[in-house]
């Protein structure tokens, strides 16, 4: 499809045309986050966290490059190059470490936000699947690095963190206790363990950020869905990503930074553990191990197989369950058969996505609350009706649910009736028209 309004990349200066002519880099950025970029007119702010998550990748790349400058990958001195080095010696060390630490949260949190807006509109269906299973890979690699990054400042939850999710490899037969081992580099987590995990958790990033090219590259193929689910018919239904999706993923991006800086300033260690200001002590057991919040749904599940079933033991079922919690979630193109994207335009879906929200919200409580009679049956619960959802609920949805009415159009939808040619791209709609008067 070509657009009229796509003006083809000519570099002005001459040597930027010098450049361009040898490695058309320029051009490439052009096409894919410039001015010749289609994206569907109708984007509402859910779609603003893709672009966040790259900031908060690239945060946590600059700010943790700059802390392993004067970070001691040592059983002996992790804790105290953190604390006392990182914390109080090196210039704004306490802010590259707190920008750092919640700027992990914070990169969980857009993910989410990323994810759950993927859910409801159906972003997962053809022709994007591949977008949402590269994306699926990136949160993966998120995990592992934030894991092994919990464990670098050598405090309690660090070591006993370590332990305990090194520990789930133990719950596979025969192979499971020498993977351990392996992975660890001894029974326990020690020297061996934090060497490997530092050299990880540099790397990774890197990783994730190779694999956030082929997501964009892959989304590129097909462009953006919308909150519609409609495809893009003509060049009515885009405008160019810049300067229209620049200007608004900048301001919102600018103002969801103002949160992060709060938090980082004000309450730094909110989202944090205390027992993480104890050095490691192996002789020490923390009386509740938890691991950061952004775990704790995954936590609940593997907690919640709390009996043996057929040859499997409870901690191998747990184990299991909270791997295909995850890995079912790549089957999910093929699970909903519903031709109809947008949450919007299916009723029933739409009820079952909001329960799908609420059931996470208690998992997500269960997995850092201790464990006590009540919560282990809620988090039971709550785990089984998570799979009852994707392995039952929305294959039964897709099925029989009879969906609204489409737009026609991505532009209808948006004029509301109005021509889409009374609103040409990049103008005000004309003084009077159904779309002024909703503006105003
Ligand atoms: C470092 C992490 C990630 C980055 C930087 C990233 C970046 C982006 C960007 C910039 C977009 C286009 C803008 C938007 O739609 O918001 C996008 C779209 C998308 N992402 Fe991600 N993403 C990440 C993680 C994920 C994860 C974990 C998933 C799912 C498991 C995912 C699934 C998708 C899907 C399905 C789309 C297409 C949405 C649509 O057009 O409807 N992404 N991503």
């Not at 994206?39 to 859910?46: A, G, I, K």
């Not at 909903?336 to 998992?363: E, Q």
């Not at 737009?407 to 005000?428: F, K, R």
């Amino acid at each position: 499809m070509s657009f009229s309004w796509a003006r083809p990349y000519e570099p002005k200066h001459p040597v930027a045309r010098w450049i361009d002519e040898r490695l058309p880099l320029p051009r490439l950025v052009y096409g894919a986050i410039g001015g010749g970029y289609p994206v569907p007119r109708n984007l509402n702010y859910w779609w603003n966290f893709g672009v966040l998550a790259g900031i908060f990748l690239t945060i946590q790349i600059v700010t943790g490059i700059v802390l392993a400058m004067h970070y001691y990958a040592s059983v002996d001195g992790a804790f105290t190059s953190v604390n006392q080095l990182i914390m109080r010696d090196v210039s704004a060390g306490w802010l590259l470490r707190y920008a750092h630490m919640n700027g992990a949260s914070f990169f969980f949190i857009v993910t989410y936000i990323h994810i759950f807006r993927g859910l409801y509109y159906g972003s997962y269906k053809a022709p994007r699947e591949l977008v949402w299973m590269l994306g699926l890979v990136i949160y993966l690699l998120m995990m592992a690095t934030a894991f092994m990054g919990y464990v670098l400042p050598w405090g309690q939850m660090s070591y006993w963190g370590a332990q305990v999710i090194t520990g789930f490899f133990s719950a596979f037969p025969m192979i499971g206790e020498p993977l351990r081992i392996w992975i660890l580099g001894g029974y326990a987590p020690d020297q061996a363990a934090l060497t490997r995990f530092f050299s990880l958790h540099y790397l990774l990033p890197f990783v994730i950020a190779a694999v956030v090219i082929l997501h964009i590259w892959a989304l590129h193929i097909p462009g953006s869905s919308n909150p519609t689910g409609v495809d893009v018919k003509d060049e009515r239904d885009t405008l160019p990503f810049h300067p229209f999706y620049t200007a608004k993923d900048g301001w919102f991006a600018a103002a969801f930074l103002l949160v992060y800086a709060l938090l980082t300033y004000f309450a730094p260690n909110y989202l944090g553990h205390p027992d993480n200001y104890i050095p490691a002590n192996p002789l020490a057991t923390p009386a509740h191990i938890v691991p950061e919040w952004y775990f704790w749904p995954f936590y609940a599940i593997l907690r919640s197989c709390t009996f043996n079933l057929f040859w499997i033991d409870a901690k191998l079922w747990g184990v299991l369950a909270m791997f295909g919690s995850i890995l079912l979630l790549f089957f999910l193109p093929w699970i909903d058969r519903s031709p109809v994207r947008s949450g919007s335009y299916r009723p029933v879906f739409k009820r079952f996505f909001w329960l799908l929200v609420v059931d996470i919200v208690i998992l997500g409580y269960v997995g850092g609350a201790p464990i006590t009679p009540f919560n282990a049956a809620l988090g039971q619960i709550a785990a089984a009706y998570y799979f009852v959802h994707f392995l039952i609920i929305l294959p039964l949805v897709s099925a029989f649910e009879t969906p609204l009415p489409l737009p026609n159009s991505i532009s209808e939808s948006v004029l509301h009736g109005e021509t889409a040619e009374a609103a040409p791209v990049g103008q005000a709609p004309r003084p009077g028209s159904v779309a002024t008067a909703t503006a105003e």
